[in-house]
């Protein structure tokens, strides 16, 4: 690991202060700034153990989770949750598990109990992709990690990489559970930084890899998740999380679907559907919500829309599995939760 | 390593003492917005970081890169807490935070300062009775190798308070951090079983 500055702030305006106080040139993209938060750690000193992560100036923002970005809130206007909650606390949190399925099913499979009390759900969301190309340095070709280097996992071993929204400059997966839990429920995302406090739809966090995979969210630097908000639904009660992996606990999905449904008798009036594990990015298959919409929810409707959310898949020479793994792990789910008593 | 009981609070001294070098390097742009409450603005100085462990105080100086599992082994000689991975994948190095199991090779000792750590050297009583979890590994045999044990216990120990020690199913999906590579998985889950009414009754 590199040697960094360390500063620990006390809130949100200091936590930003710090970020920017330093005057150095920035890149445009937060996750490649000199500058990065520590909030649990688990990406942030991992990669910088592995030298992927260069950061110059570390900020500890622990201590905002004894602010509001530490409390989770339930009400008529729905839930927030702080970006310093850990997933534990989130996923534990009765009213989370009783009218956010989907969310506390999301957490509660990812990674390991200890992790859970560590990473917070703000670093949660923005960690990176497990792309062994992109996590050992010793591989030159990365464009995420060395912008224009090329893709080493184009013609590698590309097993756990993504079919969905990729391109020929980065197959990485986005490796995450959670992400695709607040996608599903059109959450909204709370963002304070040095321009001021904004909100942003979950769906316009994170950018699809294109042609510049090492832009990774459209955070500026500096910028910091302060919370999650997630509108009450009607298909909120009705939804889960679908995790397919090759072992069954502590692993990051193969193929996911976090799955919400409105049902009128047989008929879908609403659906919701986010698929990770395949995908560059938190993937909403807006395709088989269309598939699904105003139709009976039976075997066939269930097929076309599964093959609906897989019709642009671009597999490479070891990941054309996932095609098929995700449209059984998306038919699954949806009988699933249409099965569910509410 | 020196040990101390803290009557004044270091952080705030910390704090002040810090504000005017902060105010030339960092406060640069302007000098008006809070404070950082604590900088290490030469990343070659050491920091100093207070942690207690075990229910002691020490006082330490190390360079900032410091994790919480190396200040434990090479600072303060408590070599029970182990290093596997160093990458949050094994759980060999999981200690207790406020009582909350977390990985020591993936927390920055700096980040710890002014937190209470229990490591394996703090789980037995003062007279060198074992804890129940301690007792219940050794009765069923819940290792072989013994170089993942103070992590598997500590972890079962929280798996415990947690209440996630139910049923078995439960047991191995809240335990699954802790990798054992001579797979003692069974006995682990007897160990835990044995010692869940015990920690209760104490």
Known sequence: ?342 | MTDQTRGWSRRNLLATSIASTVSVTLLGRSGAEAAPATVQTNPRDPVNVTLRVNGRQHRLSFDVRTTLLDALREHMGLTGSKKGCDHGQCGACTVLVNDRRVLSCLTLAASADGQEVTTIEGLAQSDGSLHPMQQAFIDHDAFQCGYCTPGQILSAVACVKEGHAGVDVEIREYMSGNLCRCAAYPNIVDAIKQARPKMKEA
């Open chain 1, 1 to 342: 690991m590199r040697p960094f500055q360390f500063a620990r702030v006390e809130d949100v305006k200091a936590a930003i202060h710090a970020h920017t106080g330093g005057g150095r040139a920035d890149d445009v993209s937060a996750s490649n700034s000199p500058n990065q938060y520590l909030a649990g750690g688990t990406t942030l000193l991992d990669l910088m153990k592995l030298d992927v992560m260069r950061a110059a100036r570390v900020i500890d923002i622990n201590a905002l989770q004894q602010t509001n970005s530490g409390k989770i809130e339930f009400s008529s206007k729905g839930l927030r949750l702080g970006a310093m909650v850990r997933m534990a606390q989130a996923a534990d949190h009765p009213d989370v598990r009783k009218h956010f399925p989907v969310i506390g099913q999301a957490l509660q499979l990812a990674a390991s109990a200890q992790i859970r009390n560590m990473a917070s759900l703000g670093g949660n969301v923005l960690q990176r992709t497990r792309c062994s190309y992109f996590r050992d340095t010793s591989y030159p070709n990365c464009n995420k990690r060395i912008p224009g280097s090329g893709c080493a996992a184009l013609d590698g071993f590309n097993r756990s990489h993504a079919v969905l929204g990729v391109s020929d400059q980065c197959i990485a997966s986005y490796p995450g559970d959670f992400a695709q839990a607040l996608l599903a429920l059109d959450a909204r995302v709370e963002i304070d930084g040095p321009t001021g406090a904004r909100e942003i739809p979950f769906a316009g966090l994170h950018r699809p890899p294109g042609k510049t995979p090492h832009l990774e969210t459209t955070l500026a630097p500096a910028e910091l998740i302060t919370a999650f908000s997630v509108p009450p639904a009607p298909w909120a009660r009705r939804s889960l999380f679908l995790k397919i992996r090759d072992r069954e606990s502590y692993e990051f999905a193969l193929a996911s679907a976090a799955v919400a449904l409105e049902l009128d008798g047989g008929t879908v009036k609403q659906v919701r559907i986010a698929l990770g594990g395949v995908a560059a990015l938190p993937w909403r298959a807006k395709e088989a919500e269309a598939q699904l919409t105003g139709r009976q929810l039976d075997e066939q409707t269930i097929e076309s829309a599964a093959t609906a959310a897989f019709a642009q898949a671009r597999a490479r020479e070891h990941n054309a599995f996932k095609v098929e793994l995700g449209k059984r792990a998306l038919v699954r789910a949806l009988h699933q939760a249409a099965a569910l008593e509410i």
